[in-house]
């Protein structure tokens, strides 16, 4: 390429590594390896059990195909009722999620509001809803006001959550004009506020909704209502090839409504 | 004159047309809710009386047991192991499928149609029905939870990571193509950099998710504090119901910390 | 050698963009492509190594017919071939060191390749490539943290490094100030020369095209109409490049007509 010259000592290039300290990149790796090694030794298989699986399998799979529509009115019955209860509690959840949102933004609320509001979101998405499913199934009885009960809770953690993100982003600029005026707290919320979260809230009700007709397929599972203790009974009775029907149907279902939900968003935005 | 004028003109917040959009989506809204209301299998004077039944089984809650403390905390240390090792082993599989499921990479359209389909069906089924459905092939046990896990993850992460693919910039492609670098050469330089980040992002999303949902596995067999949870539950122990939840409050507490700490880190 | 004989670029039915160029071009000499945008510069570049498909014609370099290779031979012939780019196209989150040795990755085997470990050889031309255009204090820099025109010249080298048998460039220096422009373009012209390589530019600065190359060739509508040196390059021939712009295309151009501009349209 260019013409020879005297050799110049050899240089060497190595990329560099992404964890620059030598020390911390070998001990992320070391406790990698070590937690690897620890939890595959605690946990335990039986594996024997394991070994019948395949034939099991071949059986369940063999039961089950093809699909069976037979009882197809229950099953309508049990998607009705999981639609009205995804309905109400996204309803009831977003109407209780906007005070606790507002309690929980830093920018409007005052130290101990914003610790309640909060702690209460915060509580509210800690469990899954299965497990509050369980609960509130145990307090009011099977059926689909557990199930209501729970999605509410789940919608108000997470509508919450997101439309509290959403306060604290707003441009204060806006609140400021208000306050200029002389307007009171709720008009400031109201028309400086409001408009600018609302748009968002709407992607976000419709977002859950779709999110909760999937989740109420799941809380019938143990008791809650809805398709999911139609499938549950199916499973039980070993009536695989209805479960399979219910299962074909709850993607379809869960399919349509994603993709209405995104039409819906688009044509608001 | 022109106070005549400033008479005449109204000032409105919505067009006609939009009104009428808007009160015809509030009027099918509100029919919708009705319907709901009236149509379901609801026995109304128990809701009134649900406060009341929610309060006593908080108080027969109430105070936590401490007995079973270390079964309790040896069970959620297999549940963060499942969520773990599940994770782990789901990104091996939808980065692949995430690979065909991208417009821009995929080989042809046969490939795209089969790696959105391994998406969706895997997304759309809830974990606990995988895990459901593993219990009754494989048995109750950690196996199963921890394939529900990644048969669920696969369709998260496959999805996330499909777009992250499609979004990225098309020119460092162009020049890599341009080098002669075979498919695979141009997708380690200009594909895996520009993606490095939203892997990140995504995978410890994912991991949060699983110690959630892992910790109701359980509940259907699939191993972890479900497990102990399930029979609390149905010999009515709700002292050591509380501690459980109080346990499951802890982890997860743990995990997003652990999460929140990686997120700083890596991005 | 280069030799571009009857090249059309047609896209759907209607949309011809290329209608039948031929150009010859010496080893060891630095030609200007001028022309109004969507004359076809860009195109025409880029079916040289095709990043877009030419319709039909014949493209030829130092003898190999480029226009009906595939696969491992398109690679192979693709690696002689550098392209530096309007935009930069670099790996941003990648180091300078690591988007030069891009450049070879038409040589280097996959495994080499992820794992960064490069023939010593290579790393040596790197270096002695970037110390030649002033970047090698920048090896182990993310390629996002330089400036505009440092960016442009990490694209250069890696054009170099693929040791190519002719070197492309889009527009390069469109994307920067004057004054980072002329050090590119005086780079690129200089290059050419130490390594006795045949250099395209695509460019819109008449007066750098003037400066720094030494023949000048004219596009309007997809046909050559202007080729010759860039003192013959005068206000007619502007004109007929660019005057008029929205006139649309009539069919009235005339040819190529060697070192004087055509008639006006």
Same mark, same amino acid.
């Given at each position: ?7 110049? %000592?050899?240089?060497?290039? @190595? ?37 019948? /699986? ?11 195909? %093809? ?42 609320? %005052? ?16 469990? @899954? ?11 009011? /009885? ?80 143990? /008791? ?46 | ?13 919505? *067009? ?157 492609? *162009? ?93 | ?18 209608? $039948? ?49 595939? &696969? ?9 071939? &550098? ?50 255009? &002033? ?92 080729? $010759? ?29 060697? &070192? ?6």
């Amino acid at each position: 390429m260019t013409p020879a010259q005297t050799r110049a %000592p050899e240089r060497a290039w @190595h990329k560099p590594p992404f964890i620059a300290n030598p020390l911390l990149r070998y001990g992320v790796l070391a406790l990698l390896a070590t937690y690897l090694i620890w939890a595959f030794g605690s946990l335990q298989f039986n594996w024997e059990r394991i070994a019948d /699986g395949w034939p099991r399998a071949g059986r369940i799979f063999g039961g089950g195909f %093809p699909p069976s529509f037979e009882r197809f009115d229950l099953l309508l019955t049990g998607f009705k009722e999981s639609f009205q209860i995804a309905v109400l509690a996204t309803l009831f959840g977003v109407m209780l999620s906007i005070p606790f949102a507002v309690m929980a933004a830093r920018n409007i609320a %005052p130290l101990p509001v914003y610790l309640l509001g909060r702690a209460t979101i915060i509580l509210a998405r800690s469990f @899954h809803p299965v497990i509050v499913a369980i609960l509130f199934v145990a307090a009011v /009885g099977f059926g689909p006001l557990a199930g209501i009960l729970t999605l509410t809770l789940y919608s108000l953690g997470f509508v919450g959550k997101l439309l509290a993100e959403e306060i604290e982003e707003i441009d204060w600029g806006q609140v400021e004009a208000m306050k200029a005026t002389g307007a009171g707290y709720f008009a400031i919320l109201v028309y400086g506020i409001f408009p600018q979260v609302l748009p968002r809230q709407v992607g976000l009700s419709m977002y859950q909704l779709d999110s909760n007709l999937r989740a109420s397929a799941v809380v019938g599972i143990v /008791g809650a209502g809805g398709i999911g203790s139609t499938l549950m009974n199916a499973f039980g009775r070993y009536d695989y090839a209805f479960a399979f029907a219910i299962l074909l149907v709850i993607i379809a279902v869960i399919l349509v409504s994603e993709g209405i939900s995104g039409w819906v968003r688009k044509k608001l935005w | 004159m022109v106070d005549q004028a400033l008479a005449d003109r109204v000032w409105r917040r919505y *067009e006609r047309k939009e009104r009428l959009i808007r009160y015809g989506a509030m009027l099918a809204t509100l029919t919708l809710l009705v319907w709901a209301v009236r149509d379901i299998d609801i026995f109304w004077p128990w809701v009134w009386d649900a406060p009341n039944q929610i309060s006593s089984l908080g108080a027969r809650m109430w105070p936590p047991d401490p007995n079973r403390l270390g079964e309790i905390v040896r069970a959620m240390i297999e549940t963060l192991h499942i969520a773990t090792v599940a994770t782990m082993l789901t990104i091996f599989i939808a980065l692949p499928l995430a690979y065909i499921a991208a417009q821009n990479t995929t080989p042809n359209r046969a490939c795209l149609w089969l790696g959105r389909f391994i998406l969706v069906a895997s997304r759309s089924v809830n974990t606990i029905i995988w895990a459901l459905l593993f219990v009754a092939i494989f048995g109750p046990g950690v196996l199963a939870g921890i394939l529900a896990i990644i048969f669920r993850s696969v369709g998260f992460i496959g999805k996330l990571m499909g777009e992250a693919i499609e979004e990225i910039d098309r020119r460092p492609v *162009e020049a890599m193509e341009a080098t002669g670098g075979s498919r695979l050469k141009v997708v380690a330089y200009a594909v895996v950099p520009q993606v490095m980040p939203a892997f990140f992002a995504i995978v410890i999303l994912r991991w949060d998710i699983n110690i959630r949902e892992s910790t109701v596995l359980g509940l259907v067999g699939a191993g972890g504090i479900g497990v102990i949870l399930q029979g609390s539950i149905d010999t009515f122990a709700w002292p050591t119901v509380a501690t459980i939840l109080i346990a499951i409050i802890v982890l997860v507490l743990i995990g997003e910390t652990l999460t929140g700490l990686l997120r700083r880190e890596a991005i | 050698m280069l030799e571009i004989s009857n090249l059309v670029k047609r896209y759907g039915h209607d949309e011809v963009v290329l209608k $039948g160029l031929d150009l010859t071009v010496e080893d060891n000499s630095v030609v200007a492509i001028v022309g109004a945008s969507g004359a076809g510069k860009s195109t025409m570049l880029r079916c040289i190594n095709r990043l877009v498909e030419p319709t039909s014609g014949s493209i030829k370099l130092n003898g190999t017919e480029l226009v009906n290779l595939k &696969g491992r031979a398109l690679r192979r012939a693709r690696r002689k071939i &550098g392209m530096v780019f309007q935009g930069f196209n670099l790996i941003d989150r990648l180091t300078v060191m690591e988007n030069v040795l891009a450049g070879r990755l038409g040589y280097v085997t996959l495994f080499q390749a992820i794992s960064r470990r490069y023939p010593q050889p290579d790393i040596e031309r790197a270096f002695v490539l970037m110390e030649r255009v &002033g970047i090698a204090h920048y090896a182990n820099k993310r390629a996002d943290e330089l400036s505009g025109g440092e960016r442009q010249r990490v694209g250069v080298v890696r054009a170099l490094m693929q040791e190519p048998e002719l070197l492309l460039a889009d527009e390069p220096t469109a994307s920067l100030d004057p004054r980072t422009s002329e050090q590119i373009m005086r780079l690129l012209h200089d290059l050419a020369r130490e390594l006795s390589l045949p250099v395209l530019i695509n460019i819109h600065n008449v007066a750098q095209a003037r400066a720094y190359t030494e023949r000048i060739v004219g596009l309007r509508h997809g046909r050559m109409i202007f080729d $010759g040196k860039p003192a013959d390059f005068d206000e007619k021939a502007l004109d007929a490049i660019y005057g008029g712009i929205e006139a649309s295309d009539d069919g009235n151009q005339r040819g190529v007509v060697a &070192g004087l501009p055509a008639g006006e349209p």
